[in-house]
C-alpha cells in the first residue's frame, strides 16, 4: 500500500510543505524560499513540478516570484469580507492597525458621472479628497472621494486627516441606515497611483467604485479606491435564499447594476 505522503499529487507535496513553514513562521514575509533545484532535490522530484507548486503559491498570493532573484515569501493581503462592517473594523479585526492620509483637498464643479451620481446638476461645487489608505503604516490603496458641497464643508479638519467618512457623515446627517452600490474591476495602475502606493506603473490593482445612499435623503458621496493587487482582496457570499429578494436588497441590485452599466472608467 502506498504511504501517505505517495497518495497525494507531488506538487501538493511540495505546496504543503512551504504553506505549512510559511502558516508557522519558519518563512517570514520577505524570506527567500528555497529555490527549485533545492525542492526538487529534497523532494526526488522534477523542477517542472516543483514550478508547478510554486505557481499555485504565487496565484493566490502566499509567495511572489521574481525573475532571476527567486521567490519570496508575500505580505499577508487584507481580506475585505463585506461591505458592512468598514474597511476599519475588518484590519483591526485581524490584529493590524488602519490609518488614513490626506493627499489633497479641493472644490471643483460637478461634473459627468460624478454629477450623475450624487443627482447634482452640472457645474454644482462638490469637495474632492484624495487620501492613502494604510495597514501598520504602508500604504494598501489610494481613495478619492466626491462630496456635495454643504456635506464635505461640514467636516472637520481632523475627520479629513486621519478618520473614515462614515462616522463623519452619521454626525452630519443625524442618520444610520444607508445603501451602498458597488462596483469592483481588475486594473493596470496608472503612474500617479502607483508612486502613492510605493509600486510600479501597470501593476494589478483592484479599483473599488461606489455610490453611498442615506435613507430620506439619497447620494452622500461617490467615488473610488484603487488598492493594490499584492496587498488587497474581497470576499463575498451570496445565497440563493428567499431572502435574498427582500425589497432593500433588490434595491440595491438595481443601483449597482446601473452603475455597472454606466460606469465602465473610473470616475474623473
Keep these: 500500500m502506498p504511504s501517505k505522503s505517495h497518495a497525494i ?10 504553506r505549512d513553514r510559511i502558516r ?9 524560499i528555497p529555490s527549485e533545484c533545492q525542492l526538487a ?22 509567495i511572489i516570484r521574481q525573475r532571476r532573484r527567486g521567490s519570496f515569501v508575500a505580505e499577508p493581503r487584507l481580506q475585505h469580507t463585506s461591505i458592512f462592517p468598514s474597511f476599519e473594523e475588518e484590519t483591526r479585526a485581524r490584529g493590524v492597525q488602519p490609518g488614513i492620509r490626506l493627499l489633497h483637498r479641493r472644490q471643483e464643479p460637478a461634473t459627468g458621472k460624478v454629477a450623475e451620481y450624487l443627482s ?7 469637495i474632492v479628497l484624495e487620501r492613502l489608505r494604510l495597514v501598520d503604516g504602508q500604504p494598501v490603496g489610494y481613495e ?10 461640514a467636516l472637520t479638519e481632523e475627520e479629513i486627516q486621519g478618520q473614515p467618512l462614515v462616522p463623519a457623515l452619521r454626525r452630519i446627517l443625524g442618520k444610520l441606515h444607508t445603501d451602498l452600490a458597488l462596483n469592483v474591476t481588475a486594473a493596470a495602475v496608472g503612474r500617479r497611483e502607483a508612486k502613492y502606493l510605493g ?3 501597470g501593476a494589478p490593482v483592484l479599483v473599488r467604485e461606489h455610490v453611498w445612499y442615506v435613507d430620506g435623503i439619497g447620494p452622500v458621496q461617490c ?10 482582496q474581497m470576499s463575498l457570499r451570496f445565497s440563493s435564499s428567499p431572502n435574498g429578494g427582500s425589497a432593500a ?8 447594476a446601473k452603475i455597472t452599466a454606466a460606469a465602465k472608467s473610473p470616475a474623473k
Excluded: C, W
Aim: aromatic content about 8%.
Design 9 to 18: 499529487p507531488n506538487y501538493l507535496r511540495v505546496e504543503r510543505f512551504l
Design 24 to 32: 508557522g513562521g519558519a518563512l517570514k514575509p520577505g524570506d527567500a
Design 41 to 62: 532535490q529534497k523532494f526526488h522530484l522534477s523542477r517542472m513540478t516543483v514550478r508547478q507548486a510554486l505557481g499555485r503559491l504565487a496565484y493566490e498570493g502566499a
Design 120 to 126: 447634482l446638476p452640472e457645474g454644482s461645487p462638490v
Design 144 to 153: 478619492i472621494r466626491y462630496l456635495p458641497e454643504e456635506i464635505g464643508k
Design 199 to 201: 509600486i510600479t506603473a
Design 223 to 232: 467615488g473610488r479606491t484603487i488598492f493594490r493587487g499584492d496587498r488587497y
Design 249 to 256: 436588497v433588490l434595491e440595491a441590485e438595481r443601483r449597482l
